[in-house]
Nanobody, 122 residues
C-alpha cells in the first residue's frame, strides 16, 4: 500500500517561510502525480500545488501562485513545498496526496493521502 508521510509544519509569523516535505513509499507506478492540499476549519479541502514525479509538470492554486513552489527529488520519491510570504489565510492542515500518472497533474482523482501537517500563520 502507498504510504505518504508529511513533515515540516509549524507556526510562523506573517511574511515568513516554511518548507514542507512528503516522502512516498510503495508507489504503484514508477511515475505519479503528487499533490499538496490544505483544509482550514470550516472550509473544504483545496488543492495547493501538484507535480509529476520524474517530470516537470506543475500546477498551483491561484491563491498561492508566486509564493509557493513545489519541487521533487524523484530518486527518493519525495516532494517539497516551499512556502514564502505566508499569510494568516494560509493557516490549514496540509496534506500530501498521490494518484496515478496523468497528462496534467491537477487537483483531481487523488486516492492516497498522508495524515497531514499543521501550518499556522499569525
Amino acid at each position: 500500500h502507498v504510504q505518504l508521510v508529511e513533515s515540516g509544519g509549524g507556526s510562523v509569523q506573517t511574511g515568513g517561510s516554511l518548507a514542507l516535505s512528503c516522502v512516498a513509499a510503495k508507489l504503484t507506478y514508477s511515475s505519479n502525480c503528487m499533490g499538496w492540499f490544505r483544509q482550514a476549519p470550516g472550509k473544504e479541502r483545496e488543492g495547493v500545488a501538484a507535480i509529476l514525479l520524474r517530470g516537470d509538470d506543475t500546477a498551483y492554486a491561484d491563491a498561492v501562485k508566486g509564493r509557493f513552489t513545489i519541487s521533487q527529488d524523484a530518486t527518493k520519491d519525495t516532494v517539497h513545498l516551499q512556502m514564502t510570504r505566508l499569510r494568516p489565510e494560509d493557516t490549514a492542515m496540509y496534506y500530501c496526496a498521490a494518484r496515478s500518472p496523468s497528462t496534467w497533474c491537477g487537483f483531481y482523482d487523488y486516492i492516497y493521502w498522508g495524515q497531514g501537517t499543521q501550518v499556522t500563520v499569525s
